[in-house]
């Protein structure tokens, strides 16, 4: 059967929550998923949930005193008053079809944490193809820093949030959330403040042109209304493009083109940036970022834009962006193997690979080598010349085998396809063993490792001898 994604709405919702004690939650294992369960329960709701395995996030919410079921046993869903569910479950999720059939109320995620951010004065809305975990902790990071107790839903877990991917704020002033744009989820959010970092082709199982996500983000955008402000990348023509006729007031900001706000005289320091801020071509302040990247300029950058309209103190700013040190999974240091620093990172679109890599080499290592492990046979396909040549400026990549997620694999796509695309720096190995024994044998001092994915590529970390549970 079909998921049937019944777009309920605020008015909707609150009447569905007023009568609601008991909250199920399909797919809670998820990072947004989960967050929104800890957020529902600290609301007084009696909350369980379910999903396919037990990981160190379930665990973390049965610490909780929140009930899990693993393989879909439907064996809370009976008591329930009111289903989440996030729309990357299966079409035959016995959960669903359960709730379907007795006419419990099934609330998709991206509908519920819109109901949720209603609640809030100022609501954020964190987008963009590329950057958004990273954008939105540094928010949290600077609004945290100016003791604004802010509500934060991020899609990566921050150790500025110690090591949480939420923060419930006492007070309803402030929430920053992540928006996803896959299939249209961040549609169903009402923000007031709305942040597009970039624009891009991507989810091409969903999306079928670049016309289409520019349109989806232009809709995102004219969420805000006329009263509200659209955070937009002066340097991104397709961002820029997709907003031409925004009603909302427009602040732009940027590195190379005119901007409301603007990084310039940027220089690296071990390869991590500073830089001064113009506001209106005026300075108003130097930053130093303790994450590298001058993807990470644009992204510090648009998060400075939004603090000073919200009217953050500018030293509580710059503060609060030198604090953040990344997201998990984002550049993340883990320690050494084989006497090379090894990084974690998350990135499986041609842009954040090729960004990300491109801030490992600058500091400095003798070599950078990559696993790589794609993520989707559709994206791999629809993206597949501009992946092979992410690469190009690093040593080697070692490419792991495709994963899947929710496809089967009737595109004829491999990885054995890219490596050979990729060139003579490239090599495919398919399996987590033999990428361990290849790794044990070539790595030395001085190289930097990037182990890269948005899948389960983190299942090679404890074999590399690292405490890392995914």
Known sequence: M???????GYEGISKIMSSAAKVYFIGIGGISMSSLAIMTKKRGFEVAGSDRTRTALTEHLEAQGIDISYGQKMAFVDNADVVVYTVAIDHDNEDYAYAQKKR?????????????????SVRIGVSGTHGKSTTTGMLASIFTCSQSDPTVLCGAQLDSLGGEAYRCGDDNAYIIVESCEYQDSFLDFYPNIAVVLNVELDHVDYFSSLSQIKNSFAVFAEKCGEEGSVIANADDENCMDALVNSRSQLITFGVKNDANFKAVNIEYENGFPRFDILYENEPICNIKLSVSGEHNILNATAAFAVAFICGIEVHDISEGLSRFRGAHRRCEYLGKYCGADVFDDYAHHPT?????????TARGYNRVICVFQPHTFSRTKGLFGEISAS???????????????RETDDLGMHSSLLASNTGENAKYLGNLQSIKAYLSNELRDGDALVVMGAGDIYRLYPMLGFDYKG
């Open 2 to 8: 079909a998921i049937n994604n019944t777009h309920y």
């Open 104 to 120: 419990i109320p099934c609330i998709s995620r991206a509908d519920y944490l819109g109901y949720l951010m209603m609640d809030f």
């Open 352 to 360: 954040e690979i090729r960004t990300t890599l491109d801030g490992i």
């Open 391 to 405: 690469f190009s400026n690093i040593d080697e990549v070692i490419y792991a085998d495709i994963y899947p997620a």
